[in-house]
């Protein structure tokens, strides 16, 4: 089993910064991959970037390229999320989740198997 804490959301005006952090416990960490995804009021959760059990590779979603950074630490067992250039429109509730070994789509949350309680980020205008 695995669990996860995320922290740093909070209330941040629009072209703002935050850094979210995602702690994971258990031994599975370091040899799985990691999402962050988010869910607006009213709309489904979707997938906002991923990373690879070692961190060379990385994925984002369209609309955070350029904007946002994934990044892990193995040896703190913590995968993070900088926001840069905060949008009113990237307001939601960020969580992080651990990959399924066998996945067949990284941006499907059918594809993950353990969830944090998530953390709210809201941007103001």
């Known amino acids: 089993q695995v669990q996860l804490v995320e922290s740093g959301g909070g209330l941040v005006q629009a072209g703002g910064s935050l850094r979210l952090s995602c702690t994971a416990s258990?031994?599975?960490?370091?040899?799985?991959?990691m999402g962050w995804f988010r869910q607006a009021p009213g709309k489904e959760r979707e997938f906002v970037s991923g990373i690879s059990w070692n961190g060379v590779t990385t994925y984002y979603q369209d609309s955070v390229k350029g904007r946002f950074t994934i990044s892990r630490d193995n040896a703190k067992n913590t995968v993070y999320l900088q926001m840069n250039s905060l949008r009113p429109e990237d307001t939601a509730v960020y969580y992080c989740?651990?990959?399924?070994?066998?996945?067949?789509?990284?941006?499907?949350?059918?594809?993950?198997?353990?969830w944090g309680q998530g953390t709210q980020v809201t941007v103001s205008p």
């Open positions: 258990g031994r599975t960490f370091s040899s799985s991959a």
């Open positions: 989740a651990v990959r399924k070994l066998h996945w067949s789509n990284l941006r499907s949350t059918d594809d993950y198997a353990y």
